[in-house]
């Protein structure tokens, strides 16, 4: 389960040149069997997918609009079995099998017309993993935004900026707060299951005023 959002498990930080997705290649160093992994379109791509599958993890993507996803093989939730290529194997030589669920979200507060969503995972066995949970997991994805807006504006603070003038100041108090924030979300898990209360429950905003509290009155004792 992905709820309530959970501690920030890895990073990588770079400058302004380094895209996302080299960024994002180096990540597999912290996936391991029984984790699923959910991305967004933008990181589709044969070497990424089988650099985090080679870990045993299972994945979860969503598709660019453009992918051609062949059906190779209808499933009977409605989802099917299709390949990836590599972009520098045209001839189609090193195929990656996946399955593909294709959706639309309605009822979102819009007048436009509903999004359409397709997404390709490692679970291929829709009577263990049937298409319609999957969909329903993914939205889960989004909860990541909440995790950054605890980070950036909850425990930095609004529009404060950081206070170091050099690039190894920045990176130490940037990996501070994931520290911290890692730190804080543990400690509202632990409450929640101290006091038996879906994590849901707890809020960030007054777990961190707390521990601001505890490092105020007794220095020392709150630490990641």
């Given at each position: 389960?992905?709820?309530?959002?959970?501690?920030?498990?890895?990073?990588?930080?770079?400058?302004?040149?380094?895209?996302?997705?080299?960024?994002?290649g180096?990540?597999?160093r912290?996936?391991?069997?029984?984790?699923?992994?959910?991305?967004?379109?933008?990181?589709?791509?044969?070497?990424?997918?089988?650099?985090?599958?080679?870990?045993?993890?299972?994945?979860?993507?969503?598709?660019?609009?453009?992918?051609?996803?062949?059906?190779?093989?209808?499933?009977?939730?409605?989802?099917?079995?299709?390949?990836?290529?590599?972009?520098?194997?045209?001839?189609?030589?090193?195929?990656?099998?996946?399955?593909?669920?294709?959706?639309?979200?309605?009822?979102?507060?819009?007048?436009?017309?509903?999004?359409?969503?397709?997404?390709?995972?490692?679970?291929?066995?829709?009577?263990?993993?049937?298409?319609?949970?999957?969909?329903?997991?993914?939205?889960?994805?989004?909860e990541?935004?909440?995790?950054?807006?605890?980070?950036?504006?909850?425990?930095?603070?609004?529009?404060?900026?950081?206070?170091?003038?050099?690039?190894?100041?920045?990176?130490?108090?940037?990996?501070?707060?994931?520290?911290?924030?890692?730190?804080?979300r543990?400690?509202?898990?632990?409450?929640?299951?101290?006091?038996?209360?879906?994590?849901d429950?707890?809020?960030?905003?007054?777990?961190?005023?707390?521990?601001?509290?505890?490092?105020?009155?007794?220095?020392?004792?709150?630490?990641?």
């Amino acid at each position: 389960m992905l709820d309530p959002p959970p501690p920030v498990l890895d990073a990588e930080l770079a400058g302004c040149r380094t895209g996302e997705v080299t960024l994002v290649g180096r990540l597999p160093r912290s996936c391991d069997a029984g984790q699923l992994v959910l991305a967004d379109r933008g990181f589709l791509g044969v070497p990424l997918w089988r650099a985090f599958t080679a870990t045993g993890a299972d994945l979860l993507w969503r598709v660019p609009a453009n992918r051609v996803l062949p059906v190779r093989k209808l499933l009977r939730d409605g989802s099917w079995l299709s390949d990836i290529h590599a972009g520098t194997d045209p001839a189609k030589r090193d195929l990656v099998q996946v399955r593909v669920l294709a959706y639309q979200l309605k009822d979102t507060g819009s007048a436009a017309a509903p999004d359409d969503y397709r997404l390709v995972t490692t679970l291929l066995d829709p009577r263990r993993y049937p298409a319609r949970q999957l969909a329903a997991l993914y939205r889960e994805r989004w909860e990541i935004e909440s995790v950054f807006a605890e980070i950036k504006t909850c425990q930095r603070g609004a529009k404060v900026v950081l206070s170091s003038k050099t690039p190894d100041g920045v990176l130490q108090q940037i990996w501070a707060h994931l520290l911290v924030h890692h730190a804080l979300r543990e400690l509202m898990l632990r409450t929640a299951a101290t006091r038996q209360l879906d994590p849901d429950r707890i809020s960030f905003t007054e777990t961190l005023r707390s521990a601001r509290r505890s490092v105020t009155v007794t220095p020392g004792g709150f630490s990641p």
